[in-house]
Each structure stands twice: as structure tokens, then as C-alpha cells.
């Protein structure tokens, strides 16, 4: 096999992957290295006890935080990467998270991008991502938006009666716009059924849309891309003068293996590609790779979420309960107590009993709570997530020591918009006691931020923007110091936002993309 490419991508989840699959049909040789194998098709993708206890398919990497205590990270290095695992949740970020915000913790950045901008990609990414919602029910749309090309996904019965609870408060729930093969007209030939194993599980029916299934695999067959696993890229070297990356070093099981591109793509994940670019240092580069900014591995956000359970007495008809989702409080207290951003409300995935022994077992082990006592818990329960922007700071950051140990130096913050948020929510479920409807008989509610380790919706680590001395990447995502490294996964955000971050992701790895295809002088597809 040669070793030289016409372009080279690391990583093959949602923005390499969709960077593939854009720039595969100009014909130009592609090769996608992947520090994961293929997930394999088994019993125990739905698995709870697997899944969440046993953690079967979970890294076993340890980061250290800011103290020197080691963790795990809640994150997946497989073939598709971790949208294999994710909820499905695909949201555009609203006109205003492109402009500079003000919240009560601090400035969220503008974009050097506008919506106007990304629009016709984000309509590109929900059609290929084959996104189910409703127009019009959402009060933070711009309100130019296509509709959807699939109907929203039906609430179930308990779902149902809690969106009727929050409209007599005078909320306007919407219906979460979901990533799912879902054919709600043929139930009996649908890839979706609406099962139990979807957030957190990697679909065995391959009904969800995620990287691997949607761009990965259609992928496989052409002779002009190259999928290699089991390659983790542990730094990129560059010419002599400093100016190009020359080389793409990998570890693998038989060594050492170095690949060359005339583009480099860089889509490992926001830590894991901020981790490449320091590890990368040279005499060309003293600091890091692309870091004459010193941004790199800087302004690592994750949003500040909290998870809510409601739990009520009598059995709650929720098979499928992800599909509802509040925005009412996204820039702000409608009642005027609160000017500042709040942020959003959705609902989560079915928790099984022993899904919630594995959410809880930092606390109690799971050992301690008998499996009927678990399994009837979760049989009562409606699980929410509150999300709320966490702020660039330039002192969050990855860094990697002499001995490739990474450190996620991270302290929380603008949480005073989150906790009032979390407290609406509370508010809002007290009132629930109508007798007709079983998830609203007598309930408790408990919470909990998600800690450190929980690093799902990472973003930030080499942010893009006009100005070299602030920043990372330039608006094509290409790294200023560099002719040929791009990077296209959640590094480059500048802001995090209030929602879910893969549509964005798929939409700019379409836009970069067509610069590709531009600065290439190829032939390829484009919004439209």
C-alpha cells in the first residue's frame, strides 16, 4: 500500500467521517486512520449491565485532573467514534450563539461565521442525518428554517401528559429533533423501533444515524477511500520549515507506521486532537503544533449539565422518552427576573435499573442495590438534562506532561443561569398531581451536575477565528501556521452554546468541505 494520500483524516467520527464522505466523490485518495476498531455486532450492545456497568466498550485511557487525581473519561474510541453512543440529538445553535452574549458568568465570543452562513449546510446535515422534528414549535427558530423531511417523533403516553403539565404553565415545549431511522407510517418494516437501548447504547439494528452507519460504511467499497483501524496518531511532523505536515505518526499493535497527505484533517475529538497538536511540539513549533497563539488545548468547554429523575409511585407508560425538549428560559427568565442566558431542557434516554446503577455507582456501589430494587425504580422514572453554556476560559485547558500524561485542568463556571434553570425545572414538576395520568402521581425529584469526568459535548480546544494571536484555525478551519492541517471536529468552537453539538459538527465538516473541493480544483457535490 502507498503511503501518501491525497488527504489524510484523523478520526472517523461525525467530522471526519462527513468530511469523507463530502470530498469522496472527486475522486482524490482518502485516508481515514481510526485509533478504534469496528464495534462489534453483538448481544451486548444492548446490554445495560454491559454497557453501563461491566463499561465493555468504554476507554480504559486515564486523564488526571488539576489536583493529580486520575479518571477515566466517559468516551469511546471506536470506528464512528462516539456518535455511535450518543443520543441522537441534533440541533442547529440559534442566530444569537453566533454573536457575542452576555451572561451573568461572563462573554460567550462571537463566530467568525454567521447562521446565514451555515444555514444551508445545517439543511444539507439534518437530510443526510435524516433528522425527525416539527417546525415552528421551537420559540428560539429564526423561523426560515425547510421543514424537516421526517415527521417528529410521537411522544409516548407519559411524555405526552407531562407536555400538556408544562403548556398549562405556559411553556412551549417542542419535539426533540432526532437522528433516528424511524418509519412511523410502516412500523412492521421500520429500522427504528423505539426501543430502550438507544443514548448510551450502540444500535445492534443500526436504526440510529451516527458516523458510522451513515458515513463510514457507504464508504467502505470505494476504491479511492481507505479506512484503517487500530492506527492512533501520537504526533504530526512537519517539513524543515515548520511551515506543512509532512508526516502522520501512528502507534499500532505492530509498531510504528507513518502516513503522508498533502492535507491534513485533524477530527480525533476536542482533547484528543488539543493532546496531537501539543505532543507535536518542534523546534519550528516550541509550544505545540499551530500553537504560536498559545490557544492550543485552551478554552476546553463541556456545558454545564445536570441530570434530573422524577420518580413517581405508579409505573410510568414510557418506553421511548427522549423527545421532548424545553427552550422557553434559552436567553433568558420570561418573567423578567433573569436577563441572562439559562439554557435548555430535554428529555433523556429510558434509564433501566441497572443503566441507573451504573449513573450512580461514583456514590453507591452497584453491589448494594438489589437488581428488583433498581429495576422498579427505573420502571417510575422520567430522566431530564438541563444544559447551559460553560464559557471559554483560557485557564481550562488539556495539557500533555514529557510523559504523554494528560491533565484537564478545569474549574466550573457561569453556573448562576444553570442553577436557576435547574431550580424552574423543579418548580415546574411540583404542580404535577393529576391522578389521570401515572408519571404525574406523587413523585420526588434528585439532581446532579455532571462531574469532570463526563466529557460528552467537549468542545473548544483549538478555536477558530481572523485573528492569529487569539486563535487556532482560520474560518476554513485550517490552522494559521500551517498550509495543510485542517481540523473539523467540536476544537473548533469558539463558544459552546446550550445545545447538542454533532449537527454543527456535521454541518462545518460539509462547508470545510467545499473549501476542499475549491482549493483542490476538484469536481464535487454542494448544498442544494
Sequence with gaps: MTTRFDIVIIGSGAGGATLAQRLAPTGKSILILERGEHLPREAENWSPKAVFIERRYRTTDHWYDRHG??????????????????????????????TEVRHAGGISPAWPITLAEMAPYYDEAEALWQVHGQRGEDPTEAGNEPPYTWPAVAHDPGVAALKGHWETQGWKPFSLPLGVRLDAAHPVTSTCIKCRTCGGYPCLLRAKCDARTLAIEPLLGLSNVTLLTGRKVVRLETDADGGRIADVVCETPHGEERWTGDIVVLSAGAAPSAVVLLASANAAHPNGLANGSDQVGRNYMFHNSTAMVSMTLAHQTVTFPKTLAVNDFYYGDPDGDFDFPMGHIQLLEYMSGQTLEGQIEDWLPPALIPDQLAGAAAERMLSMLVISEDLPMPGNRISVGTDGRV??????????GHERL?????????????????ISQHHFQFDSLLPLYGTAHQCGTARFGTDPTTSVLDVNCKAHELDNLYVVDTSFFCSANAVNPTLTVVANALRVGDHLIERLGAQGSAPG
Design 407 to 416: 491533565t484537564l485542568d478545569y474549574t466550573f463556571g457561569n453556573l448562576e
Design 422 to 438: 435547574v431550580q424552574k425545572l423543579k418548580d415546574s414538576l411540583d404542580g404535577f398531581v393529576d391522578y389521570a395520568h401515572p
Design 69 to 98: 487525581a486520575a479518571f477515566t473519561p466517559n468516551t469511546h474510541y471506536w470506528v464512528g467514534g462516539n456518535t455511535t453512543f450518543y443520543g441522537a440529538a441534533l440541533m442547529r445553535m440559534r442566530e444569537r450563539d453566533f
